[in-house]
């Protein structure tokens, strides 16, 4: 009789699997070797204010880590906003989360993406997004685009695998302070706060 792996052991390994082909098959759409660890997931997810009356918008949700770190911190389905370009992780973001708002679209042009939600401010903004893939031009311009949909003072979150800020300061009407390393991460990862300039 074969042995049967334990339920969450069969999870992440699946979680691994998607992961994996669609690093295969939409290359530019993964900026890492391995899927956001927990422990990043939730430093993450920690910036959102679950007393909000505001949703909080996850751009790049890929497999979903951040999005159940977000859940667990208590922001409601129905207040979560996800933008994933992947057909394959939407599928299976979907049969996770059925009670998110999920968008199947392209970050970068966000307020198409959004549709009927684009005049929508948020609470936060958290990005899983490789930005590094893109040009600086169309990462300036996605940051702006964010913090336009932000309250002052509300924070948009990118993590990077770099020694520096994925945008760097001094390029617009926006600050950028290091909220943190995480070295559980593989490979380790910082994660840096924007927000509008005061």
């Excluded at 790049?60 to 992947?86: N, Q």
């Excluded at 392209?106 to 899983?128: K, N, Q, R, W, Y």
Aim: charged share 20%.
């Amino acid at each position: 009789m074969p042995h049967r792996l334990p339920q969450h052991v069969a999870k992440h390994l699946n979680r691994n699997l998607r992961f994996f082909r669609g690093l295969v098959t939409e290359p530019k759409t993964v900026g890492a070797i391995v899927p956001t660890s927990v422990f990043m997931a939730r430093r993450m997810a920690s910036v959102a204010n679950p007393a909000s009356s505001l949703p909080v918008l996850e751009l790049g949700p890929g497999t979903g880590v951040v999005t159940r770190a977000l859940m667990r911190r208590g922001i409601a389905p129905d207040k979560l906003v996800s933008v994933e370009y992947s057909k394959q992780f939407c599928r299976h973001l979907r049969r996770e989360f059925p009670g998110i708002r999920l968008i199947q679209g392209d970050a970068f042009a966000l307020g198409e993406a959004l549709g009927d939600l684009a005049p929508s401010h948020f609470d936060c903004v958290i990005s899983g997004l490789p930005l590094l893939n893109f040009s600086l031009e169309q990462r300036l311009s996605l940051l702006e685009d964010v913090l336009g949909r932000l309250p002052k003072g509300r924070p948009f979150l990118q993590f990077s695998y770099g020694p520096v800020a994925p945008i760097p300061l001094g390029r617009g009407h926006y600050s950028v302070e290091r909220f943190g390393w995480e070295i559980r991460n593989i490979p380790p990862a910082q994660m840096w706060l924007y927000r509008r300039a005061d």
